[in-house]
């Protein structure tokens, strides 16, 4: 019983407030008479009911009998026509049947006391709701316009645009090309034929140029690919490397940590007992994709443990995240299970 008691003053809470945020912006209008003309009125209202709950609660105490009143509150000035949802008087009334029904007395005096607490809360919200959006905001709003953010003078100067050390190269290039053709090209523009050879020979010249520089740059660029490579241990290293001497170096490169390296010179050593083993030629161009097919097609119980290497390897060099010793131990594993899957019967020798 105490729960229901305290889930009826909770419902007669929230009902409470949903009513006087509505009637915190209600204004005089024409509303029946049973409506509440004003948020004063109608917390008054509130207050009167509470007040015979009350008394009804106390005159159960002394007489043993408490007696169920018969009260109604009127509907919130809300603006416009006349609003019944939400109701709090459809909620008083469903307080009050249950009261009427409890057969205990001492439980139906605390139901009134709860009951007109809420209605007391109700109207100390709705009057405080209704000082609260009778205050005036212009002096706010005029405290915020007055700051110093909002008085900023804006500058009558228009910017200067600074150029990069690139752009001002540029535009002295641009500069000298004018100097050095404008005067000859005006010249040439006398004589018909010569213009023309001007013209064609400088489109030439300008192919030529472009050409040169996509062409150094280029190499350029594959320079640095190619030295990126070698620094995280991506590119193959020479042929005649025996496997074996691969795996010491792969095991020794674990011990200090670096396992990127470690995984990478492990994944070569399996290429090496490929090739030597007569089962798929050594190829450095041959990216690690292309071996997984070779070997599933060449040696289909070794392509399970390579296919561990290959993608270690894949994730070592080139994935941009940190390679874990948990990396490392998974791809050991798996060229220790290469190793014997490679005696196992097997088809032609890929290319």
Excluded at 180 to 207: D, E, H, K, M, R
Aim: hydrophobic share 50%.
């Amino acid at each position: 019983m105490t729960r229901a008691r305290g889930r009826c003053a909770a419902a007669a809470v929230a009902c409470a407030l949903a009513v006087v945020l509505g009637a915190s912006v209600a204004r005089a209008g024409q509303t029946p008479a049973s409506v509440a003309s004003s948020p004063a009125t109608y917390a008054a209202a509130l207050n009167a009911a509470a007040a015979r709950l009350e008394t009804a609660a106390r005159g159960g105490d002394a007489t043993h009998t408490v007696s169920v009143p018969d009260v109604h509150v009127p509907p919130a000035p809300l603006p416009g026509p006349p609003r019944f949802s939400p109701s709090l008087d459809d909620w008083l009334q469903t307080g009050l049947t249950a009261a009427r029904e409890t057969k205990s007395r001492k439980v139906r005096a605390q139901m009134l006391r709860d009951m007109a607490s809420s209605l007391r809360d109700a109207a100390i919200a709705s009057d405080t709701s209704a000082r609260a959006a009778d205050k005036a905001i212009g002096p706010t709003l005029a405290a915020i316009l007055a700051q110093r953010a909002y008085h900023e003078a804006e500058s009558s100067t228009e910017a200067q645009v600074k150029k990069t050390w690139w752009q001002l190269f540029l535009e002295w290039l641009a500069g000298l090309f004018d100097r050095l053709f404008g005067g000859l090209f005006s010249v040439a523009s006398n004589v018909p034929w010569v213009g023309q050879i001007i013209v064609w020979g400088t489109l030439v010249v300008l192919a030529v140029v472009l050409v040169f520089v996509a062409t150094r740059l280029a190499r350029y660029l594959m320079a640095r690919r190619r030295i990126a490579r070698d620094e995280d241990a991506g590119e193959l290293l020479a042929q005649t490397t025996p496997a074996d001497e691969l795996v010491r170096a792969a095991r020794a490169a674990a011990t200090r940590a670096d396992y990127a390296l470690a995984i990478s010179l492990l994944f070569r050593a399996a290429l090496r007992r490929l090739d030597a083993g007569g089962i798929v030629d050594y190829d450095a161009a041959r990216t690690a994709g292309e071996y997984r097919r070779a070997v599933r097609r060449a040696c289909a119980p070794a392509a399970s443990p390579f296919d561990v290497l290959a993608l270690a390897f894949t994730l070592a060099t080139y994935a941009q995240r940190p390679v874990a010793e948990g990396d490392w131990t998974a791809a050991g594993d798996a060229y220790e299970r290469f190793g014997p899957a490679l005696g196992a019967p097997r088809r032609e020798r890929a290319a």
